[in-house]
């Protein structure tokens, strides 16, 4: 059905229609109206049966869901952030039991200094946690994910995130194709555990393995995610039949077709970069995108098999390795480094920074001309950067930068001395 | 014929069995056909306490709820010693997630159980000391707090033994650890407060709290029974002595938790909706010395020149908890006990 | 596309309204996107949401950087925050306030702007009138509706109905009509006032 | 579904793992003496019997005892049971009761009217058994229930030798000794009273027996020689007795002095008092530690108003007093006269200065050896006579009925082994169930159960018995503070607390196994084990 609604609220009806059993709570920016959305349904009956539990920590949060799961029921909760990294050690054991919980990333930096609007550093911070992580590009796409990820966890015994940009797509109101219960229900099959607690049949779950068995344990997971990578296609297609939209895939590739140049990117800006994208074709420049929807697995067959044309690939991001560079550039090198095409990095949107379509279509514009750097940050100040860089040379007390900049572009007022 | 009760002498109101008693009298420990939750070929130390002490729970909770019972463990000895790859000593549903989180894990379960309509099945939650007056607090408060449906039970030996011994939340004063070194002015675990965890449950006015050691098998069994009638978050504090950890003599690990009580040092009481309600009182008054001097781990308060100083405050702790719960109250050793009737 | 920027403190309804103006065209089978310039929302705080409109699906998500229309919900606003940033001579302006652009001291500002899509409008005067509180949202998009013509007056109701279900949106919708009429009596005296 | 790899393991995986092989030393279930059984002159296996008694089966813990000592109601009111004296428990508490709940078990028996278990099949043997005392009677029911026939020879009116004429009634009321007497004579034995047999050698070849056990005991009272006037009156505290339970006491007066210092002596006194005496005196040369006579005697003497005159001798006795001499204990304890003299009004006099044996009847035996008044015998209790034996007060020896009891199991023993041409195998004791070996915490503490006593003034005019017995309730209360020293009694504690599982429980009165698969050797088993049943060896590496 079709809605205007609230990104947040899409998500929390569509999880619903998923009939999770166990949902836990904890508030923090900005995925907060997943949650209330969901515990309203809970409390009005709506969502039944379902225990909705609201926990002292992010850390309770997928520790209750990992109980809940082992019990065999269908765990499900939201998080961002400091939040996600408050539960990380959870978030690794979680995939290291094979506990299929599907968790919401409303996608947000990570402090300090203390930033609560999106970019993707808390998404790669678990990247190698062996969670599935699927990046929505819009609400819709956000919804319908929720409904593949629970299908996706449980049948490969892996957990799933589905990353959607923070106060971007949850807070915006945008034109959603609601799913309906029956077509969830038909796509989406009862839950059945690989492992469960179950009285008539005990099991320990969570034995200590030594070295002896450890690599086996961590390359079978190597291969349930492999194995995701030709489920995923398949999932989309069912998903189309049953639903009647496409949605969901390893990657979505636009206007690649004839593309000399390809810009690479996860989720939200994706949107704003075709429109850049657009523009540049009219100027005459062969350029196409190419969104990664799953980035664990990382599809490099799909990747490879889109750039088979390019000369050059630009990837967009709103991470970067510290002291290094771009994080999905790294994977997007292992999977094209016998292409021969060069790779630049657009390092973006950091801690909510807008990212506008010029400022895009003028990167893009230099890449066509071979112009960009290999390392660029969007929109950079460089003349604040440089007035701090001054200041710490020049004072050894040179005070914290965070606050020093804030002064330097009049946003608080000059301290007094 | 007029029958009066007899009180069981020669069998004790205090040993594990009693051939005079019929079946469902007599202790869970006593029955042949017992569940042994932890069974055989565990890898735990000789003479270990909390193996003792986790059969000894878990039975009587398999008794109690009829078989229906699954069990969440944080990280730990018991976790290490019952379930090192390929094999576990567990003949009971059970799941190790991490040290600080087995509150939370449980109430997952409980949440599940619930949300799968199946109220026979009950969860209990176990740690040792530090995965539970440490890095689980939070998650344990937070399942007071909403009462979850769990009954958490702790295994304090008193530091973190699984990883060498060092000092927890729950180390007593004085005590020698591989972090509290018996040497400078302040030898062993400096004296602080103390955290002390049943007090902290009571007051989150959770239905069930109660203290035990596995020194008395019929008073632990009688608490969890008691703990798995009720519903809601219960907190279940056994003491179990760790020869490796304290020094002392593997033959011995019942003999030193029966002087933790008797001594005063360990309360063992009981309490329902934040008020104590019962106490097992001292049978023989014991003075501390007697607990001390046979662990390595207080060793350095004795031999040559004995820190009589630290030793009478470690014994005036002991006579506030007497005075605190009233310890010395009639027996009730010997009017509670194990009786039948001629 | 038809791009918005509403300007206002937190508590009144800036996103709200935003909200509402997207489920407005949402209703008229357009395609909107309404969203905040987020942040930790407290009351008081100055608060810019954003609305788009277009015929076809929107894929952009950057923020309005060159609006199309302005509103500004809290005219003590106009002296602090970059208010008028991007905006271009063809835009239209609501300003709430009972005072003219002069009285304001902005029509020198305003000189090079269509006067006919330029209005100030005392929305909080109306909102205290019809709902008895000083929530000017809904009130004004009754006069943004007639200002800009991107909107009827039918799509907002359905919308403010939507959002505010029962009696408290049929206030809002009397309000909101209130400003409409109000607006289209303003434009018709200028059209006197150019033709004379 | 196949379960996740290592992740999740099956119930039962870790008996894979045999934990055995840690052990350095392992626990070994042992059986120890208790200190009760290896107190009693009689032999019984006192810690069985209350273990049978316990859960209330009185038949089974009566046969138990029976299976060493036919007269458990005449013991239970009698023995100066050593057992209790030497009972773990007494340091623990107080003893237990045993000689109380030997009493119960015995009169329990006698009002249901169970019988002895029947004789042994016929063995052809004839065995000669002189005097029906306690050695007597206790030879005679073992010969036969090993299938010899007995002839029981007593000079006597009525069999019981002492037991009837050296032991008031008031201490053993006759109707329980002839009950337990008369189960004896049921199982066929041909009795011959008022015969007294003079030539033992004779006797034996003339009727054809195969062997002989001589139980005369010791009925003459001492003598000394006092000076003593026509009138005054001097009589012997055996014959007396004796009198007295021929119901035909000699007049005595009312003050009656009797000198000596064993329990006779107190028999005596305690009999004159009932006999009417106002004043019973006891003239006793030493001091009261030195005393022979059992303690609680003397206390329940002392409560009925019998006086003791310490330290004194009589020297002589002048018609109706007494000139007593004051005596003091020289270093090595022994009484020395002081040449002080004092005088005590009495009527008669009553010696009870010890018995001696009548040994006429070995006269023409001249390979019986004889020592001090008494008959020298092997441990079979086998004279220097072949297939002669002899026991009880004859022989050197505690003069008890107890030990006269245990002499004549152990001489139809030896008899037995005698007439089959076999050796006494004597069964192998146990090391002793020590106190330290006990961990007393199990037991609840509990007070013996007092056996009421009658009013002293009954007491002291009647002849009614003086102790009564326990209830039902308070005699299995006593047997339940066995502390079952030493013998594994099925508390399941060694089952409980093993940390390992590795202990098998085998089921009722099977009691329990190691399984030394698993068994770490802690050894928790063996400190708590209650009663010590428990050993630690060190494992051979």
Not at chain 2, 58 to 67: P, T
Not at chain 2, 302 to 316: L, N, V, W, Y
Not at chain 3, 52 to 72: G, K, N, Q, S, Y
Not at chain 4, 525 to 533: H, I, L, R, S
């Amino acid at each position: 059905m079709l809605r205007q609604i609230e990104g947040s609220r899409a998500v929390a009806e569509t999880v619903a229609l998923c009939r999770p059993e166990v949902v836990c709570a904890y508030p923090i920016s900005p995925q907060t109206h997943i949650i209330e959305a969901i515990g309203a349904m809970v409390a009005s009956g709506a969502l039944a049966p379902c225990e909705f539990i609201n926990v002292e920590s992010e850390f309770a949060a997928m520790s209750v869901s990992i109980g809940a799961s082992a019990a065999g029921a269908r765990a499900y909760t939201a998080t961002a952030s400091q939040g996600l990294l408050f539960m990380i050690e959870a978030v690794y054991n979680a995939a290291g039991l094979g506990l299929p919980i599907v968790m919401t990333l409303a996608n947000r930096a990570i402090g300090a200094p203390i930033n609560i609007w999106n970019d993707h550093s808390d998404a790669m911070a678990v990247r190698d946690s062996g969670w599935i992580q699927l990046f929505a590009e819009t609400n819709q796409e956000a919804a319908d994910l929720h409904v593949q990820a629970f299908r996706l966890a449980e049948e490969l015994s892996l957990p799933v995130m589905v990353c959607m940009d923070g106060f971007i797509l949850t807070h915006a109101v945008e034109r959603v194709d609601l799913p309906e219960q029956p077509q969830v229900d038909a796509y989406l099959p009862p839950y059945e555990p690989r492992q469960v607690l179950e009285p008539d049949d005990p099991v320990s779950i969570g034995a200590m393995v030594g070295p002896e068995a450890f690599e086996e344990v961590r390359y079978l997971a190597h291969l349930r995610q492999l194995d995701a990578l030709e489920r995923i296609p398949a999932m989309a297609t069912e998903f189309e039949e049953v639903f009647g939209r496409p949605s969901g895939a390893l990657v979505s590739p636009y206007r690649t077709e004839d593309a000399e140049i390809v810009v690479i990117a996860l989720g939200s800006v994706l949107g704003t970069i075709k429109d850049a994208v657009d523009a540049r074709r009219e100027a005459g420049d062969r350029v196409g995108v190419l969104g990664i929807t799953a980035f664990r697995p990382f599809p490099s067959d799909a990747v490879r098999e889109a750039l088979s044309r390019a000369r050059s690939v630009v990837v967009v991001e709103k991470a970067f390795s510290i002291g290094f560079g771009g994080v999905l550039s790294t994977d997007v090198a292992m999977a094209t480094h016998d292409t021969g095409c060069t790779l630049r990095t657009i390092v973006c949107g950091l801690g909510g920074r807008p990212i506008t379509r010029r400022s895009l279509e003028e990167a893009f514009a230099a890449a066509a001309q071979d112009e960009l750097d290999s390392l660029t940050f969007l929109d950079l100040d460089h003349e604040i950067v440089e007035r701090e860089r001054t200041r710490m040379t020049t004072t050894r007390r040179s005070g914290p930068s965070a606050e020093n900049i804030l002064r330097d572009i009049g946003t608080v007022a000059s301290r007094m001395d | 014929m007029t029958t009066q009760p007899v009180r069981f002498y020669q069998v004790g109101s205090f040993a594990v069995g009693n051939r005079l008693l019929d079946d469902d009298g007599r202790t869970v420990q006593s029955d042949p056909n017992r569940t042994n939750s932890l069974d055989s070929g565990h890898r735990a130390c000789q003479g270990c306490g909390e193996a003792l002490g986790a059969r000894y729970a878990l039975d009587a909770a398999m008794r109690a709820s009829q078989g229906r019972l699954v069990a969440v463990n944080a990280t730990g000895c018991l976790e290490v010693f019952s379930t090192p790859y390929p094999e576990t000593s567990w003949r009971i549903p059970w799941l190790h997630s991490l040290f600080g989180n087995a509150p939370a894990v449980a109430t997952g379960v409980a949440a599940a159980m619930k949300a799968k309509g199946r109220p026979d099945v009950r969860v209990v939650a176990q740690a040792g000391d530090g995965g539970t007056v440490d890095i689980g607090f939070g998650c344990l408060s937070g399942m007071f707090e909403r009462n979850d449906d769990v009954l958490f039970i702790c295994y304090d030996n008193e530091a973190y033994m699984n990883t060498g011994v060092q000092r927890s939340g729950a180390t007593p004063p004085a005590a020698r650890t591989a972090t509290t070194e018996a040497i400078g002015s302040v030898a062993g675990n400096p004296f602080g407060q103390g955290k002390d965890l049943p007090r902290i449950a009571m007051a989150h006015d959770v239905p069930y709290v109660a203290t035990a050691t596995v020194a008395d098998l019929h008073d632990l069994e009688e608490k969890v029974e008691r703990a798995m009638q009720v519903h809601g978050a219960r907190y279940l504090h056994i003491l179990v002595p760790c020869p490796l950890g304290w020094g002392s003599a593997s033959s011995d690990t019942i003999r030193v938790a029966r002087l933790a009580k008797e001594t005063g040092l360990f309360p063992v009481f009981e309490a329902v909706d934040g008020k104590v309600t019962g106490v097992s009182p001292i049978r023989h008054r014991t003075p501390v010395e007697e607990y001390l001097s046979i662990q390595g781990r207080y060793a350095h308060l004795f031999g040559e020149h004995p820190r009589t100083d630290i030793i009478s405050r470690i014994q005036a702790m002991a006579d506030r908890n007497i005075a605190t719960y009233g310890l010395l109250a009639e027996a009730l050793a010997d009017t509670d006990p194990k009786g039948v009737d001629v | 596309m038809f791009q918005v920027r509403i300007h206002g403190r937190g508590g009144q309804g800036v996103v709200a309204a935003a909200e509402i103006l997207s489920m407005a065209a949402f209703a008229e089978g357009r395609h909107a996107q309404a969203f905040p310039s987020f942040g930790s929302e407290r009351m008081g705080a100055p608060v810019v949401s954003f609305c788009r409109i277009d015929d076809r699906p929107i894929r952009t998500h950057e923020p309005v950087m060159e609006p199309d229309a302005l509103v500004v919900q809290d005219v003590t606003l106009i002296h602090q925050v970059e208010l008028f940033a991007g905006l271009s001579t063809d835009a239209y302006v609501l300003v709430n306030t009972s005072r003219s652009f002069d009285e304001l001291g902005l029509g020198e500002f305003f000189g090079g702007f269509h006067p006919d899509r330029l209005l100030t409008c005392p929305a909080t005067e109306l909102a205290l009138e019809y709902l008895g509180r000083p929530l000017p949202n809904a009130v004004l998009l009754g006069g943004f509706a007639a200002l800009t013509g991107q909107i009827t007056l039918d799509a907002i109701g359905t919308a403010v109905r939507e959002r505010f279900p029962g009696a408290v949106g049929d206030r809002n919708m009397a309000a909101a009509a209130a400003a409409f009429r109000f607006v289209t009596l303003e434009e018709e005296e200028m059209v006197h006032a150019s033709t004379d | 579904m196949e379960r996740p790899f290592a992740i999740t393991l099956d119930v039962g995986s870790s008996h894979a793992n045999r934990t055995g092989s840690w052990r350095v030393e392992r626990p070994i279930y042992v059986d120890r003496l208790p200190p009760c059984n290896d107190a009693c002159p009689a032999g019984e296996d006192i810690q069985r019997w209350l273990y049978q008694a316990e859960p209330g089966d009185y038949e089974k813990a009566w046969r138990q005892l029976v299976e060493d000592n036919p007269f458990p109601a005449v013991m239970g009111r009698i023995c100066y049971h050593p057992c209790e004296t030497s009972c773990n428990r007494a340091q623990l508490d107080e003893a237990v009761g045993i000689n109380a709940v030997e009493r119960f078990l015995g009169d329990h028996a006698i009002e249901r009217g169970w019988s002895l278990p029947a004789a042994g099949p016929d063995s052809g043997k004839r065995v000669l058994v002189v005097g029906a005392g306690p050695a007597g009677l206790s030879a005679t029911y073992h010969l036969k229930r090993l299938g010899h026939s007995v002839s029981l020879v007593d000079s006597a009116p009525k069999l019981g030798g002492m037991m009837r004429y050296g032991i008031p009634a008031y201490r053993l009321p006759r109707a329980v000794l002839d009950a337990e007497i008369a189960r004896i004579v049921a199982l066929g034995v041909d009795v011959v009273l008022d015969r007294t047999v003079e030539d033992i050698r004779r006797e034996r070849d003339e009727g054809g027996f195969d062997a002989v056990f001589l139980a005369v005991g010791a009925q003459l009272g001492r003598r000394v020689d006092i000076p003593a006037g026509d009138s005054s009156r001097i009589l012997d505290a055996v014959s007396l007795l004796h009198q007295v339970a021929d119901d035909d006491p000699p007049m005595l007066g009312r003050r009656v002095v009797v000198y000596g210092g064993g329990d006779t002596a107190l028999d005596a006194a305690r009999t004159a008092r009932r006999l009417g005496a106002t004043d019973a005196v006891i003239v006793y040369r030493r001091n009261r530690e030195r005393m022979p006579a059992h303690g609680d005697e003397l206390e329940e003497a002392l409560d009925e108003g019998i006086t003791v005159r310490w330290l004194s001798t009589v020297n002589r006795f002048e018609h109706d007093r007494l000139v007593l001499e004051k005596m003091r204990l020289d270093d090595e304890g022994f009484p020395q006269p002081t040449g002080e003299f004092e005088e005590l009004g009495a009527d008669s006099l009553v010696l009870a200065l010890g018995q001696d044996t009548d040994l006429s009847l070995i006269d023409e035996a001249p390979n019986v050896a004889v020592d001090d008044g008494v008959v020298e015998v092997l441990p079979t209790m086998m004279t220097g006579e072949s297939g002669v034996f002899a026991g009880g007060d004859a022989v050197p020896s505690p003069r008890t009925a107890t030990v006269a009891i245990g002499h004549g199991k152990r001489a139809a023993r030896g008899i037995s082994a005698f007439l089959s041409g076999e050796e006494l195998v004597v069964p192998v004791r146990h090391e002793l169930a020590s106190f330290d070996r006990i961990n007393t915490w199990y037991y609840s503490d509990a007070p013996r159960t007092e056996r009421p006593e009658l009013e002293r003034v009954r007491r002291q005019s009647t002849f009614d018995e003086v102790v009564e017995g326990l209830t039902e309730e308070n005699a299995l209360f006593e047997a339940r503070r066995c502390l079952s020293c030493g013998n594994c009694f099925e508390c399941d504690n060694c089952f409980g607390v093993c940390p390992d599982n590795a202990v098998i429980k085998l089921g009722p009165s099977q009691r329990y196994e190691f399984d030394y698969d698993f068994c770490k050797g802690c050894g928790i088993c063996v400190t708590e084990c209650p009663c010590g049943a428990i050993d630690m060896i060190p494992e051979q590496i």
